[in-house]
T-cell receptor, first 115, second 113 residues
Framework: AQSVTQLDSQVPVFEEAPVELRCNYSSSVSVYLFWYVQYPNQGLQLLLKYLSGSTLVKGINGFEAEFNKSQTSFHLRKPSVHISDTAEYFCAVSEVRDQGGKLIFGQGTELSVKP | NAGVTQTPKFRILKIGQSMTLQCAQDMNHNYMYWYRQDPGMGLKLIYYSVGAGITDKGEVPNGYNVSRSTTEDFPLRLELAAPSQTSVYFC????????????FGPGTRLTVT
């Protein structure tokens, strides 16, 4: 079975500072990796995903993530955050072989950007 | 396209009541999912469906039922509501070509008292 651990439940940061949100996963089979964002009182939307190929993945709103197979990590980064990045961020995995495309989510990280 | 729509947005139920949460998508996606979100717990899969007439349990199915008679609709039924079912419920849809990417509805906030 797969599991996803987001190492920080809350990350406060000042505007224009860099940020890293950490995600580790556990799986005995090949997985796809995702980061979703949830703005207050909204559903989730996809930030970026890793399927295969280059381990550095770029997503929307200037975010990027790096897949590290040896450390089973998929950390999310942004070099300079804005107030509008305040949201909850979820890391998720799905098995490559899973015909139903089910996602296993981490617990979420609340990013709070302060002026 | 409206994407994934959910109704109602909010609902308060008394213990023991029943209700159906509605979910519809207009993207012709084969796969649909129901999740619940509790603070600090992420999202947990309740039920999912890979096509009309096919449903299966997820991680936390107890106390819920689903049906999928059409590609577009995937209602979630709560029978005999309990306080433990107080949560925010999200419906999502996907299709094999998206390799796991899911589209989410806006959610239904349910309180059981």
């Amino acid at each position: 079975a797969q599991s996803v651990t987001q190492l920080d439940s809350q990350v406060p940061v000042f505007e224009e500072a860099p940020v890293e949100l950490r995600c580790n996963y556990s799986s005995s089979v090949s997985v796809y990796l995702f980061w979703y964002v949830q703005y207050p009182n909204q559903g989730l939307q996809l930030l970026l995903k890793y399927l295969s190929g280059s381990t550095l993945v770029k997503g929307i709103n200037g975010f990027e993530a790096e897949f590290n197979k040896s450390q089973t990590s998929f950390h999310l980064r942004k070099p300079s955050v804005h107030i509008s990045d305040t949201a909850e961020y979820f890391c998720a995995v799905s098995e490559v072989r899973d015909q139903g495309g089910k996602l296993i989510f981490g617990q979420g990280t609340e990013l709070s950007v302060k002026p | 396209n409206a994407g994934v729509t959910q109704t109602p947005k909010f609902r308060i139920l008394k213990i023991g009541q029943s209700m159906t949460l509605q979910c519809a998508q207009d993207m012709n996606h084969n796969y649909m999912y129901w999740y619940r979100q509790d603070p600090g717990m992420g999202l947990k899969l309740i039920y999912y469906s890979v096509g009309a007439g096919i449903t299966d349990k997820g991680e936390v199915p107890n106390g819920y039922n689903v049906s999928r008679s059409t590609t577009e609709d995937f209602p979630l039924r709560l029978e005999l509501a309990a306080p433990s079912q107080t949560s925010v419920y999200f419906c999502a849809s996907s299709t094999p070509g998206l390799a796991g990417e899911q589209y989410f509805g806006p959610g239904t906030r349910l309180t059981v008292t």
